[in-house]
């Protein structure tokens, strides 16, 4: 079966706000006030929560020691506060659909730990879609480790040769690489077009376009 596996933060749904939003209620509770910008930070936030903390605390001059002790906070703030100000990227609840329909197996990819991705995709209605989800806790590894991916594969019911990755960063360059499939990156992130530097097979630019980018990979 041809199966399509999608990274969720910055690709499905633009989380940065709601992610820095929960960096900053940590940076808040040191006295440091927000450290990061929901709107020129995005590219950080979708790089996770860790990089998040560090790049806050390093524009304040501390070192990394309170990245690890308040990333359990950073988690639980988000957590209560998952789908505040996220959204859908246009057209992808139709893409899904469609491709639903042309009879391919969807999963998810993502290094967001697996309960709040769920939690994500059950409010985002999109729990129906998916006949996968590997989150960052899953394995004992995670992206750009080719093995989550080849078990997001797997549990959606595909085969290696026949899949792909749809993406937004490195990271996902360097999984499609290291498991051999073809990735399509967004443009509609935070780099743009300039996400075209890490050659990937394709670039998605709408949502719209998407059936035919994935048939054209995955004839």
Known sequence: MRTVIFD???????????LI?????????????????????ALIAFHGGRAMLRAGYARAGHGAEEVEADFPRLLAHYADN????????????????????????????T??????ARELIFRLGLADHFAALIGADTL???????????????????????SMLV??????RDTARAAGVPVALVTFG????????????????????LPGLVHGLLP
């Not at 808040?28 to 020129?40: F, K, M, S, Y």
């Not at 290094?111 to 709040?116: Q, T, V």
């Open 8 to 18: 969720l933060d910055g690709t499905l749904a633009d989380t940065s706000a709601d």
């Open 21 to 41: 939003g929960a960096a900053n209620a940590c940076f808040r509770a040191r006295g440091l006030g927000d450290l990061l910008d929901p709107v020129a930070d």
């Open 82 to 109: 998952i789908d505040t100000h996220t959204t859908l990227y246009p057209g992808a609840r139709r893409a899904l659909a469609t491709l639903a329909e042309a009879g391919f197996a969807l999963g998810i990819c």
């Open 111 to 116: 290094n967001k730990p697996e309960g709040l």
């Open 140 to 162: 004992p590894v995670r992206k750009p480790d080719p093995a989550p991916y080849l078990a997001a594969v797997t549990a959606a019911g595909g085969v290696l040769a026949r």
């Open 167 to 172: 993406g937004d960063t490195q990271t996902d």
């Open 190 to 209: 935070p780099e743009g077009r300039g996400i075209a530097r890490l050659s990937p097979e394709a670039l998605l630019d709408h949502y719209d376009a």
